[in-house]
C-alpha cells in the first residue's frame, strides 16, 4: 500500500532518533516515534540494549511504553507507530498487544523481520488484533544507517 507524505516526515523524526543516540553505547540505531491519530508525536525512543543491558529495550518497546504513559492508555488504537526497522517478532508482539493500528516502517529486516519479510505477526489473520503495515518508507537512508553502524568496527555490539 502506497505511504502518504506524513509518513515521510514522521519517518525523517525517526531517523533523527536513531541517529542520536551516544556512538559509546554500541546500540544498533535505530529510532520509534508514536504519533496519536491528530499527528502530534506523543512518544519517542532508540533502542538502549546495549546503554542498559535489557534485552527488551528496543526502540518500539520503548516508544509504545512511553505512549502508554502519555495517554493513560495501554490500548493505543488511533495511534501511528514509526519505526526505522522492521519490527521483530518481540515487537511485534507488543504492537499487537497494544492495539496500534498502523505501522509504518523504513528498512526490512530478512533475518528478523515480522512485519512482511521472514514472518507476518502484524497482518496475522489467527490473532485478534490486525495492521495496517506500510513498508520500505525511506528505506534507503534507514538501511544506509544501519548499514553504516555495522560497517564501523568501532561501533559494532558487544564490542
Known amino acids: 500500500m502506497p505511504h502518504d507524505a506524513h509518513h515521510e516526515a514522521w519517518m525523517r523524526l525517526a531517523l533523527d532518533e536513531a541517529a542520536s543516540a551516544p ?42 511504553r512511553r505512549a502508554a504513559a502519555a495517554t493513560g492508555d495501554r490500548h493505543l488504537t488511533g495511534c501511528t507507530l514509526v519505526v526505522t526497522l522492521e519490527p521483530c517478532v518481540m515487537c511485534a508482539g507488543a504492537i499487537v498487544a497494544a492495539r496500534v493500528p498502523t505501522v509504518v516502517f523504513g528498512a526490512w529486516d530478512d533475518k528478523a523481520g515480522a512485519a512482511g519479510s521472514l514472518y507476518d505477526v502484524l497482518r496475522d489473520r489467527r490473532l485478534n488484533h490486525r495492521v495496517e503495515v506500510f513498508a520500505g518508507v525511506l528505506e534507503d537512508e534507514s538501511g544506509r544507517m544501519l548499514r553504516d553502524f555495522f560497517d564501523d568496527p568501532d561501533r559494532r555490539p558487544g564490542r
Open 23 to 64: 556512538a559509546a553505547s554500541g546500540d544498533v540505531p535505530v529510532g520509534a516515534i508514536v504519533v496519536d491519530g491528530e499527528g502530534s508525536v506523543i512518544a519517542t525512543a532508540r533502542n538502549e540494549r546495549e546503554a542498559t543491558g535489557d534485552p527488551t529495550a528496543h526502540a518500539e518497546v520503548l516508544a509504545l
